[in-house]
């Protein structure tokens, strides 16, 4: 079955591309409003944008509402994040993360997670990500503005946090990570099974 773009709708085409790029790695991201509310939102549509200089990058889907999410609103006023990775055992507060709540609230207290302050920026951190990169703002991308268009968002890398034990002379352990992944719809994947090959 092949998809022409020009004849599918918002909805049908998100759906096949959520659900077609998969597994995604999770930017669960902590910033702080220019109030001091600390919010706590994840991501998926994230990546690596650079090494040398160290950015990542993760889109902001347009909502319908047009209005920006508190993630991206806090980036624009404070310039400031931190990007924890999410393991299994914190995948239940993660998904509680993604609901709405009023801006004055705080979704690390709404969703019971633990924080630590960070060591270069403001916003905190959650304690228990195995993998935690605190972050400045380098530069926003914005690819479109209606409902379901995205902004693209650069971060520079100013520190990053490992975890004792996942870190060795040969970098960090992939098996005991133990990062979950995003599938389509309401799906995740687990890395309960690693596969390494030798590259040719």
């Known amino acids: 079955m092949n998809f022409d773009i020009t004849e599918l709708g918002v909805q049908e085409k998100y759906r096949l591309l959520n659900g077609g790029v998969t597994p995604r790695p999770i930017a669960w991201i902590s910033t702080r409003s220019k109030y001091g509310v600390d919010n706590l939102a994840p991501y998926s549509f994230f990546t ?22 508190d993630t991206l609103q806090n980036l624009r006023e404070t310039g400031e994040c931190v990007i924890n990775i999410v393991n299994s055992s914190l995948l239940a507060q993660m998904n509680k993360t993604s609901a709405s709540i009023s801006l004055d609230e705080s979704e690390f207290d709404f969703a019971g997670v633990d924080k630590i302050g960070s060591c270069s920026v403001a916003p ?24 379901a268009g995205g902004t693209l968002v650069l971060l520079d890398v100013k520190s990053i946090y490992v975890r004792d034990d996942l870190y060795n002379e040969a970098g960090i352990n992939q098996v005991l990570i133990d990062s979950v992944g995003k599938m389509g719809g309401d799906g995740y994947s687990l890395t309960s099974e690693y596969l390494a090959l030798d590259r040719p």
């Open 124 to 147: 905190f951190s959650v304690k228990a990500s195995p993998i935690r990169y605190e972050c400045t703002l380098r530069e926003l991308i914005t690819l479109g503005d209606l409902p």
């Open 48 to 69: 690596v944008a650079s090494c040398n200089p160290p950015v990542l990058l993760y889109t902001q889907v347009t909502q319908r509402s047009g209005l920006d999410k």
